[in-house]
């Protein structure tokens, strides 16, 4: 985005802890939080063309994503979630997908050492068999969410 010109965003992505963006937050338990989501999309097509991709897990309408959260004097709260090696169905359209917290997990992810947060990013990702695709014909930057995208049965691929 800086490289753009563009305003930062509210949410950023955290796919190398090591970064000195995000050094000293992700090492104070502080900074740490859940997103929660119901769904994540991944852009599928060719540049110009691309359209959005959902993925959510297979009977479980809520899914909590490793977060981390800073008040800011500019944007106010700002958030960014971590990311992992994507599992087998996921990789076709993005080789990262968010690391996903069981809800035994969650006390662990807000309270624990920076120890904790590195074994999350780098644990094996979640089975592929856990998670469902709905391709959409919405552009990749329309900015529809799922709940929209989802009852317009004309806009689904089948």
Known sequence: MRREGEPP???????ELTN???????????YR???????????NGVKG?????????????LMAWAGFCKNTPDFGPVFAGMT??????????NDRMPVLLERQEYDRWLHGPIEDVITFQFRDPP??????ILHSRDRWQSGVSPSKASPRRDNMLM
């Open 33 to 43: 939080c859940l997103i929660p989501l119901t769904h994540f999309a991944n852009p």
């Open 127 to 132: 089975s592929s068999d856990d998670f469902e």
């Open 20 to 30: 000195p963006l995000w050094d000293r937050i992700v090492v104070d338990p502080k």
């Open 9 to 15: 965003s509210r949410i950023g992505l955290v796919a």
């Open 49 to 61: 063309e691309k359209t959005r991709s959902w993925f959510s897990k297979n009977r479980q309408p």
């Open 84 to 93: 992992m090696t994507a599992n087998e169905k996921i990789r076709p359209f």
